[in-house]
């Protein structure tokens, strides 16, 4: 700013003189008539002046020119006049300028008096225009004052804290671009934020070009938004205030005209009420000493020139709200309107407030993509280089202690986490507190002493001190470290030396920045003189040991407490006054301006840094039990560098969860525990242990996450460094063993972090892998420390030459180092060289990638030199180098010499890799491999190829030689066959692309006969031609038979060529497999073929495909097929035209070959092909197998070949498969059951396989299945013939006619035959469109055929129709007839139609919407046998209440009803001639009210019922008192089942009087009282008759229930069945319980069925059983699951139970048996003949006791049901495999065991067999769709299975539905 004007120094005409050339320019800009004004102003007598010149002339500048130059020779009141005018007529003045002239016009107007001039009155403004600008400017120019005033007060208070002076043209500032485009984000591969992050930039700031400093950079920044970024503490706010005292000094970027208005974010924070823009200038920024008319005049003279303001606002970052960018709005805001500040400053960003005026605001770098699109220029601050530290460090001691500055210096660049601080303004200088306190300490004699004498007693301290940095071994590890930076090791010192006296000082820098701000803390807080005087008698040489616990709890407190609230900065009220005293002299607070709402100044106080504030914030969560776990947990994330829009804002710097991780680390465990007592913690040092067992469990979790990014990985990295956990640190690799690292920047303190990661792996090795990470060179020194270091990888273009420079300097630090990329990189000839003299001290490398570089030849050339030096290496590539052929030449010649077997590949320029075998031991006795050598697309002459062979001989061997590609002629083939057996070549030569002619391929093959070791020959001239010639591998043939290959297919081969073939061969008898395909040889090269075959010995295969031969080409075939004895097989499709196959059995004794097969495949064959094939094949002396698949048949081609099938007597089977399509085919095929006694099954159909199979069989396992023909409209003739041929069979096993459409026409027509058919099992209808008229036919056969057993009809959805047959003429019939939507007429026939069946013993109707009354009628119309029927019904209206409402009518049709049962929705009633009503069951229904009444009002007219069950719903006490009440009155009853019911104690009184009579009673789940429960039991005693007792669940016995049951059992000898199961009471479990009742069961001589389930018996109670078994002779069923049986025990029982030979059930799941019981079971269970169930699921059993178990199953021919589901082992083969010999078995649960497709093949075998089955169950296991399609093809044998349970199995959701719809009886899920 100007200085101030003196009048009297100098007058009005100079001061005009001064500013000519200013306002000539200014005058220049204003309109006409302005200017016509001023020259109106000149007296009347300068008549030319004062003649208005001409509006838009040229002579204009000359009249304001003469104006000028007028009044500066003028009066100086004509002058002062003139001036007073221009500033009130001109427009753009600069304000300094215009104060000045109006300072000097005023004061001169006023001295010389008043103007001569009296005629430009008249042309003045008006009088109001006079009036109002006067004063804005007036006031204006005091408000800049006053503001330039204050901001050199605040200046001057805010520079006595600083150490530096802080000068803008002294600061760097590098230049980011506005609005970028988004970078691409971390490429870290398996990121969840791929794609949304925004990156930093990767400029180099380091670099001079790419920095300027903060005044250049604010240069023309007038009338922009302007954004300066930097890191908190990096001086932004002291910048700030600089430029402020700068401007008020009237110097700086910023022009004093302008009004600098200088607001804080921090302080913004604390508005909360709206806010006009008048409010915010003189309240909250700086109040005006006037009215409010002073201010109205300012705020207008602002709005009107907001140009002349600038807007610095200071710490977005630390702002609580976002910024938004508004869209365009041309309507401005009003100034006068309260906004809240956001809204302002979003006013002013947006350009919608003070349009035009200069912006500039400071924040952080994340923070910027809130501004995205509103700043015009964007920079960084960059933070400090290490000279900048120095001279800080340097400029602190000097002032305070300057004898320290050196030593600090030194300690300060010897340590990373110092340094990396001190590169921000605010952090160097608490380094620097921290680092005097600490040299204090260690320069006092006495400490070093005391010190000396603790670290001799480390470990030994006393738990109350604390020492803020690593003890025990972190400081002999940090001492041994500084030892060896003295020895010369690398450091960041600069050339600092250290004394040697400073080695203890430098053990004691804590290890990590948690530690080294503790102690910073401490140094500070020790600052405090009533604080020192106390603790000094307590301190030591280092760092304090006593902790300030009470201050640091009560400012950890605050801290925290401005965390939670997002607050920064604290009014004098919100903190307690000795907290704030002390904070304020210990200099951890700074004060703050801050002025309320009504412009009064406040005191306002932050923390020195923010990560001072979060560092205590952390430690108070380490140290309170007021922060729960769930908000540490809230807390604990992860920081990205990636920014989104979409982040939550936040003024802090994401630090707290990383100090949190250094509070974890047991070093810090005394201090944390002292601040927990001051906090008032119970068990101080339990819970924080605790605390920070939390803190590394959530540590570990983050480290076995595998979806990090790579800045997330690297903050990982830095949290476990700080946690100093060696375990956590091995998690992080064993994850990830290598650390991907993507774009973005790296300093030193991360390298630090990713080497304290690597270090923790010791031997096992990790990888580092850098994708376009900037960094400087600096941090190669630092991943120096890496020792485990085995994969290091970079690549980006960023990295170059001098990289590459600095890399190879650091290389032979990295002893562990494996593998090394340095690919896509910008490396040349230089670096490669400076690279190769690295490695040649890495003698462990094995692995290096150059790729995709610019190393050329050259480069090329300084690699190859050291690949002998590198005795491991493995492999090199440098491929994409923009190198020649000479390069691949070079690395031929250099690894000829080397002697780890090289391989070397070129690919043209491309690809050029090297690869190396490791030298094996040279007593190993493993095979070595050989060179391998891969030149391709490459350029061959003649001569070219003679050097490359005599090369190439000079290899002592070669696995590889491939010259595919490139240019070839006939002479360089040749040139190269010539050499070919001077080569020592182990596995082949690859020569794709070099042969072209018939020539060719003759000189190869001759290779053959002219080189022993050549093993196959494969040649294809089709394009791409492939050539390749195999080799034995140098093994000796004369020990043993090699077979060769030789094929030459698509070679355009004629039939002369064939000579030329065979010469090349020579006497080559060795050929096994001759390959001949697509050439164009026909039936003359065939003839030449089968001519040539008997000189070809050894022959296995002929392939003589797509050579166009005829029939009579195959007719030859069929004649060499009988003549050539070890021909075996011959296959031809499409007449062969397409496929010929040979083949040869590889026996060349004369010992007959087992089977010949013929096979020919999709030809049309005519009766005449027919007859020449079969003619020549019945010559044929061999067993043979004829197969036509997808062929068709003309006119009489199948008759031709049925007439001659007979006369072939070795012929076993003809396939034709997909080759039968009509029902005439099919008859004709199935004649053959009449006329040839061999057939021994058919099974033909026109979707899939058909076979005739002719074998010696008996007559009863004959069968026969036509399946999926239609028969129906015109081939309905075809009926009569076909059951006309069946009946002539003599016996057939089964008949399958399913999906033949029959309808009920052909059903009839069947039926008509059928009681002459000889069926001895079954006949399948199914899928045949029958009605329900059909139905009732096919019912009738029960009464027509004597020997129909039973008839099975579905019309529903699976369409089901199978008659089953018996053997016998008499026994027992059923009907099954479900889904079928029965009418009533159908319903009242059919009663008819059992009614006439004498044997019928069962009917059952399930699914049939049949109605209540129909049912009755059906009842009604039913007439039963002597022999009772059981008549069935299941419909889902079938309900508990309504089934009362049924029996009861039914009961009124007075029909021999002798038992009734309701089970769920099905209704049962067994009805016998002459009986009456004996039994009642509603076992599995729970009756309601109504229902219940029904039954009380039946039962009295009941007088022999003996036996009922019921459920009651509801648990209705009434209806079961009143139930039992009916029930006591009818004395027949003597069977009672009340199962779940609730009794209540009136009802068990009555049930108590009943038991007497009883002989079952069955009370399973039923609650009760203890009170009756206990009188029940006791009543027990006296039921001496009771045969049958079930107290399943029902009891929950204690130790005295449990004495009181058994003392009953002892009486009731009577008992035959017994079911105990879950009645000892779980929550008190006791071995004497089941004890006590055991020894009450003992005397049960009669028992013939017991259930102990959930006993929880173990082994002393089943010893105890045990010696009860051999009393039970007569025992049929024993279960007890859920009784912790051990496999000993198991086999002890089993031992036992030998005894039982009546054994019918074995119940054994739940339990510990394994493979001694099983083993046992293979000794004891065949001897129980009688054994029909088996369970012993959830067992453990291995796979030798399952194969123990499938020897037992073998013997056991009754069993029916078995249960294996999870018993602990897969390999279920052999189990499923035996039970072939069950013939009986109905149920077989294999579920949840894991197994696989073998066990459902296995099952698909034995399924054929098991006639009975009708449930398996395989759900949660691992049978693919190859087991499922073998179980769809096994069902076709199947009818009777009903269901197989395949869920959670490897079959998708696709595959199931397919399955689904091929076979409805596969069940895919859960239910």
């Not at 021994?1240 to 004959?1262: C, D, H, N, R, T």
């Not at 009471?1625 to 005397?1643: F, N, Q, V, W, Y």
């Not at 009784?1683 to 000993?1688: A, P």
Request: hydrophobic share 40%; aromatic share 6%.
């Amino acid at each position: 700013m100007d200085e101030d004007l003196d009048p009297a120094d100098e007058n009005v005409n100079s001061i005009l003189a001064q500013e000519y050339s200013e306002l000539l320019s200014i005058l220049r800009c204003q309109t006409d008539s302005v200017i016509m004004h001023l020259c109106q102003t000149m007296p009347s007598d300068a008549v030319m002046l004062n003649k208005a010149p001409t509006i838009g002339s040229a002579t204009a500048p000359d009249h304001i020119k003469a104006m000028l130059e007028y009044f500066t020779h003028a009066n100086p009141a004509e002058c002062c006049n003139f001036l007073q005018r221009v500033c009130l007529l001109c427009e753009d003045i600069p304000m300094h300028l215009e104060s000045k002239l109006m300072s000097v016009a005023g004061y001169a107007s006023s001295k010389y008096g008043t103007s001569s001039v009296t005629d430009w009155q008249p042309l003045m403004p008006p009088a109001e225009e006079q009036v109002i600008k006067r004063p804005r400017i007036d006031y204006w120019e005091q408000y800049k004052t006053e503001v330039a005033s204050f901001l050199q007060r605040r200046w001057k208070r805010m520079s006595e804290g600083l150490v530096k002076d802080t000068q803008p043209d002294k600061v760097w500032v590098s230049i980011k671009t506005a609005n970028r485009a988004r970078d691409r984000p971390d490429q870290t591969p398996s990121s969840a934020e791929r794609g949304s992050r925004t990156p930093e930039p990767d400029c180099d700031y380091g670099c001079p070009e790419s920095r300027l400093t903060l005044e250049s950079f604010l240069q023309g920044c007038a009338g922009k938004v302007t954004v300066l970024c930097g890191q908190p503490g990096s001086g932004k706010t002291a910048l700030m205030s600089s430029l402020g005292q700068q401007w008020a000094e009237g110097l700086g970027p910023i022009p004093s005209s302008h009004l600098f208005v200088l607001l804080e974010f921090r302080q913004l924070n604390l508005l909360s009420s709206p806010l006009s823009l008048s409010e915010l200038l003189f309240h909250h920024y700086l109040p005006m000493n006037g009215d409010n008319d002073a201010k109205q005049a300012i705020v207008d003279y602002l709005i009107s020139n907001p140009e002349q303001s600038c807007w610095v606002l200071d710490g977005y970052d630390e702002f609580q709200k976002k910024l938004k960018k508004q869209k365009v709005q041309n309507e401005p805001l009003d100034s006068e309107k309260p906004l809240h500040v956001a809204e302002l400053i979003s006013g002013l960003l947006n350009r919608r407030l003070l349009a035009g005026s200069s912006v500039l605001v400071t924040c952080r770098l994340r923070d910027v993509i809130d501004l995205d699109g509103l700043p015009d220029k964007v920079g960084q601050l960059l933070p400090w280089d290490h000279q900048e530290i120095k001279e800080y460090i340097k400029s602190f001691f000097d002032l305070k202690e300057g004898n320290l500055g050196p030593d600090a210096a030194g300690i300060l660049f010897s340590n990373r986490h110092l340094l990396a601080m001190s590169s921000l303004a605010a952090l160097c200088y608490i380094c620097c507190v921290f680092l005097q306190n600490l040299l204090r300490q260690c320069r006092d004699e006495e400490g070093r002493q005391i010190l000396k004498e603790k670290g001799a007693e480390a470990k030994n301290q006393d738990q109350e001190k604390w020492e803020p940095m690593a003890g025990g071994e972190g400081n002999l590890q940090r001492a041994q470290q500084s030892k060896q930076t003295l020895k010369g090791e690398p450091t960041f010192m600069h050339d600092k030396k250290i004394s040697p006296g400073l080695s203890c000082t430098l053990a004691l820098i804590p290890a990590t920045q948690t530690q080294i701000y503790l102690a910073a803390v401490g140094a500070f807080l020790s600052r405090y003189p009533q604080q020192r005087a106390q603790r000094d008698g307590a301190e030591t040489p280092g760092i304090p040991h006593s902790l300030y616990s009470a201050e640091l709890c009560e400012l950890s407190q605050l801290a925290w407490r401005g965390v939670e609230e997002s607050r920064i900065v604290f009014l004098e009220e919100d903190v307690p006054r000795h907290i704030l005293d002390l904070s304020i002299k210990t200099e951890l607070f700074s004060q703050v301006e801050f002025r309320s709402h009504g412009g009064f100044l406040a005191s306002a106080y932050c923390f020195i840094h923010l990560t001072v504030q979060e560092f205590l914030a952390a430690l108070r969560i380490m140290t309170s039990s007021d922060v729960s776990d769930a908000d540490l947990k809230k807390r604990f994330s992860l920081k990205t560098r990636w920014t989104t829009k979409s982040d939550q804002k936040t003024v802090f710097t994401d630090s707290l969860y990383l100090y949190v991780c250094g509070l974890a680390s047991s070093d810090c465990t005394p201090a944390l525990v002292l601040v927990a007592k001051a906090a008032g913690v119970k068990g101080a040092q339990n819970w924080v242990q605790k605390r920070q067992a939390l803190v590394l469990k959530l540590l570990k979790a983050l480290c076995h996450s595998a979806a990090l990014t790579g800045p997330k990985i690297l903050q990982l990295c830095h949290c476990v460094q700080e946690s100093q956990n060696q375990q956590l640190a091995q998690q992080v690799v064993s994850v990830r063993p290598t650390l991907e690292l993507r774009n973005f920047w790296l300093l030193p303190s991360d390298i630090d972090a990713l080497a304290f990661v690597v270090n923790s792996v010791n031997n096992t090795g990790v990888g580092l892998d850098f994708g376009a990470c900037s960094m400087e060179l600096e941090c190669l020194d630092a991943l120096s420390q890496c020792q485990y270091l085995h994969f290091l990888s970079f690549r980006s273009r960023k990295y170059g030459d001098k990289f590459a420079e600095k890399l190879s300097s650091v290389l032979p630090r990295f002893t562990a180092l494996r593998k090394l990329e340095f690919c896509g990189a910008s490396l040349t000839a230089a670096g490669a060289a400076s690279l190769a003299s690295g490695l040649q001290s890495c003698p462990s490398i094995t692995e290096l990638n150059f790729s995709d570089n610019n190393l050329q030849n050259e480069g090329i050339r300084h690699i190859a030199d050291i690949l002998a030096k590198l005795q491991n290496l493995v492999s090199v590539k440098l491929g994409r180098n923009n190198t020649s052929l000479k390069a691949a030449e070079c690395l031929v010649e250099r690894v000829s010499t080397c002697l780890n077997i090289p391989q070397v590949d070129a690919d043209g320029v491309k690809e050029l890799t090297v690869t190396f075998s490791q030298k094996s031991d040279s007593n190993s006795h493993k095979i070595k491999s050989e060179p391998t050598v891969r030149l391709l697309n490459q350029k061959w002459s003649k001569s070219t190829m003679q050097n490359l062979a005599k090369s190439l001989s000079c290899f002592r061997s070669m696995s590889v030689l491939d010259l595919s590609g490139g240019d070839w002629d006939e002479e360089s083939l040749r040139m190269l066959t010539q050499f070919v057996p001077r080569f020592c070549i182990t596995e082949r030569i690859i020569l794709n692309g070099s042969c072209s002619s018939v020539q060719g391929v003759v000189d190869i093959t001759s290779l053959l006969s002219d080189c022993d070791s050549v093993m196959d020959i494969n040649i294809r001239l089709q394009d791409p031609v492939e050539v390749s010639v195999v080799f034995s591998g140098g093994r000796d043939r004369t020990k043993q038979f090699f077979s060769k290959t030789l094929c030459l297919s698509c070679c355009n081969l004629q039939p002369n060529d064939l000579e030329r073939v065979w010469r090349s061969l020579g006497t080559s008898s060795d050929l096994s497999h001759f390959d001949l395909s697509f050439n164009k040889l026909g039936d003359k090269g065939l003839k030449k073929l089968l001519d040539f075959l008997p000189h070809l010995s050894r022959v296995q295969q002929v392939n003589f495909s797509t050579n166009s031969i005829s029939v009579d080409g195959v007719v030859m075939l069929a004649d060499a097929l009988c003549v050539i004895h070890r021909l075996t097989s011959i296959y031809t499709s499409n007449g062969g035209k397409d496929q010929v196959m040979l083949q040869f059995s590889s026996d060349t004794s004369d010992e007959k070959p087992n089977t010949k097969i013929f096979r020919v495949h999709e030809t049309s064959l005519t009766p005449c092909d027919v007859n020449k094939v079969c003619r020549k094949l019945v010559q044929c002396r061999f067993s043979l197998e004829l197969e036509f698949t997808r062929c068709s048949f003309i006119e009489k081609s199948i008759e031709n070949l049925m007439r001659v099938l007979p006369k072939m007597l070795s012929f076993r089977r003809l396939n034709v498969s997909d080759s039968i399509s009509s029902p005439d085919d099919a008859l004709a095929l199935i004649s053959c059951f009449s006329g040839n006694h061999r057939v021994s099954s058919a099974e033909l159909s026109p979707q899939g396989e058909s076979f005739i199979y002719f074998e010696e069989v008996k007559m009863e396992e004959v069968s026969c299945r036509l399946t999926d023909f239609s028969f129906k409209g015109p081939n309905y003739v075809f009926l009569d013939s076909l059951f006309g041929i069946l009946q002539q069979a003599q016996q057939l096993s089964f008949l399958d006619l399913s999906g033949n459409q029959l309808e009920d026409v052909g059903v009839r027509c069947l039926l008509k035959y059928l009681p002459r058919l000889r069926v001895s099992s079954y006949i399948n209808l199914s899928k045949n469109s029958l009605s329900r008229l059909g139905l009732l036919d096919v019912a009738r056969t029960l009464c027509t055929c004597t020997n129909v057993s039973a008839v099975e009809v579905s019309l529903g959805e699976d369409e089901r129709c199978l008659i089953w047959f018996r053997q016998k003429e008499e026994g027992e019939k059923t009907l099954s007839v479900r889904d079928s939507m029965l009418q009533r007429d159908h319903l009242l026939e059919l009663a008819e139609v059992v009614s006439s069946c004498p044997s019928l013993t069962k009917v059952e109707l399930k699914n049939n919407k049949l109605q209540s009354e129909w049912i009755e009628n059906f009842v009604t119309v039913f007439n039963c046998n002597l022999k009772g029927c059981t008549f069935s019904i299941e419909e889902c209206w079938i309900g508990t209440d309504e089934a009362v409402r049924l029996l009861c009518r039914c009961l009124q049709l007075c029909k021999p009803i002798q038992t009734i049962r309701i089970d769920h929705a099905t209704l049962q009633l067994v009805l016998m001639k002459n009986s009456e009503i004996s039994q009642i069951s509603f076992s599995n229904n729970r009756l309601g009210v109504e229902g219940a009444e029904l039954l009380c009002s039946l039962l009295p007219s009941l007088p022999k019922l003996t036996s009922i069950s019921v459920g009651i719903k509801d648990n209705n006490i009434c209806v079961v008192e009143e139930l039992l009440h009916v029930i006591l009155m009818s004395t027949s009853v003597q069977f009672l089942s009340l199962s779940g019911v609730l009794i209540s104690d009136a009802a068990a009184q009555t049930l108590i009087d009943l038991l007497p009579r009883l002989q079952s009673l069955n009370l399973s789940h039923c609650v009760w009282s203890a009170a009756a429960r206990l009188q029940l039991i006791e009543a027990l005693q006296d039921c001496t008759a009771l045969e049958d007792l079930c107290l399943d669940a029902a009891m929950q016995l204690n130790e005295n229930g449990c004495r009181c049951l058994a003392q009953a059992l002892r009486i009731m000898d009577s008992l035959k069945i017994l079911k105990l199961n879950e009645i000892i009471k779980t929550s008190e479990p006791s071995e004497g319980d089941a004890l006590d009742l055991l020894a009450g069961i003992e005397k049960l001589t009669q028992i013939q069925q017991i259930e102990l389930g959930g006993w929880r018996m173990a082994d002393r109670g089943l010893q105890t059983l045990t010696g009860i078994l051999p009393v039970w002779k007569n025992l049929r069923k024993i279960s007890l699951p859920k009784n912790l049986l051990s496999d000993s025990c198991g086999e002890k029982l089993l031992e036992a139970l030998r005894s039982c030979i009546h054994l019918e059930e074995l119940h054994l799941s739940s339990n510990f048996l394994g493979d001694l019981t099983a083993a046992r079971m293979s000794l004891v269970l065949p001897s129980m003949t009688q054994l029909a169930v088996l369970d012993i699921s959830e067992n453990r059993i291995g796979s030798e006791g399952l194969l123990s178990l499938s020897k037992a199953i073998m013997g056991l021919k009754s069993l029916k049901k078995i249960h294996l589901t999870s018993v602990g082992d897969a390999e279920l083969s052999a189990v499923a495999a035996s039970l072939s010999h069950c013939p009986v078995i109905q149920d077989v649960g294999f579920g949840w065991n894991n197994c696989g497709d073998d066990v459902a093949l296995e099952l698909s075998k034995v399924l054929p067999f098991c006639h009975d089955l009708n449930r398996i169950d395989l759900e949660c296991n691992s049978v693919s769709a190859v087991g499922v399609e073998a179980l769809v093809k096994a069902l076709r044998s199947c009818p009777a299975l009903q269901v197989i349970r395949l869920w959670k199995n490897n079959v998708s959701l696709s595959e199931a539905q397919t399955f689904s719809q091929m076979e409805r009886r596969l069940n895919f899920s859960s239910t």
